[in-house]
């Protein structure tokens, strides 16, 4: 083995925390700058015509943007990395690659906007067929398989009602029948569950989200393990152009270090919320995968190393009653968006969901999300009851 196969090797045995905080980001070579300097030039020297050096038009690359995607890649443990302006446009390039009239399976519980994307972009301008269908039932998906199905599309845990898929069994499906499997690994994060590793093809993550962890920046970014379809992937990113600048890079870059050590505290937090909620009469329903009696729990367990930050919870009186405590929070500001430090609440009915009012994927009017943040735990109950009293 030479040096450089022994060189990464070493550093694939590194822990994911150590990796956050070092893969990509090696200090300047020229000033010894621990943090590595935001490039903010859109065009680079060449040696002579036609020979660039490591980049040559900031579209095509970034040294801050591969420093991004270098970090993120090694987080899934995944041979490749690309970034992107935002979720969505990470999506938009994945979509691309679904040839004219075939189909696209997606679960009946999945993000608004990607929803959006799927059947109000893709579906009118490239006749791009589509399904909504149970995927926590992979026998069941099997038989009712449509036969011109080129992807499938899953959430685990799901956006909003945290349903979890077992993703190795659904990838079995899906690659006995030639379909590539995409998984939004949002609310997980890399930190809790790495989808490449059981059997997915791609992983999308909105880094506005968890890996940004700040509200302050919007991104994307996707990884993969399989050489040709990266290039596909990074050929459609520089041809579109959904890239982002080397600031939102930076902000995602700098979020991703604590990844970690923030999740740890998202997850012990929530655990708090989720124990207010399951012992409160106005509470109808809690949507947590670690409670026993959530359908997802043994998928989620099996896949993932903690149950995250995200609670969804159904009101005993109602809509009207949702509408009320989402109001009357204090330390739960009412926003859409998730993942960063600050708690929020939302109502998905008739915020980030209102998109699918009328499909297969409506949400529950009585329906509230939480982003549980960092703040003191016993605060955070205390909001909660005195908006749920």
Known sequence: MGDTESSELQRSRLGFETRAIHDGQAPDAVTGAVVPPISLSTTFAQDAVGRPRSYEYARSGNPTRTALETCVASLEDAR??????????????????VPPGKRVLIGLDAYGGTYRLITAVWAPERQTAWTAIDLTDPAR?????PDDTALVWMETPSNPLLTCIDIEALADVAHARSAVLVVDNTFATPYLQRPLSHGADIVVHSATKYLGGHSDVIGGVLTVDDDELAERLAYLQNAAGAVPGPFDCYLVLRGAKTLAVRMD??????????????RHPAVDRVMYPQLPDHPGHAAAAKQMLDFGGMVSFTLADGPERAIQVAERTELFTLAESLGAVESLIEHPGVMTHASVAGSPLE????????????????????????ALS
């Open 265 to 278: 505290r998202h997850c012990e937090n929530a655990r708090a919320v989720v124990d207010l909620l399951v």
């Open 141 to 145: 998906l099997a038989e009712e398989w």
């Open 363 to 386: 949400v529950p009017a009585n329906l509230l999300r939480l982003s549980v943040g960092l703040e003191s735990a016993p605060d955070l109950v205390a909001d909660l009851e005195q």
């Open 80 to 97: 490749h990395g690309l970034a992107f302006a935002s979720g969505l446009a990470a999506e938009d390039a994945i979509l691309r690659l």
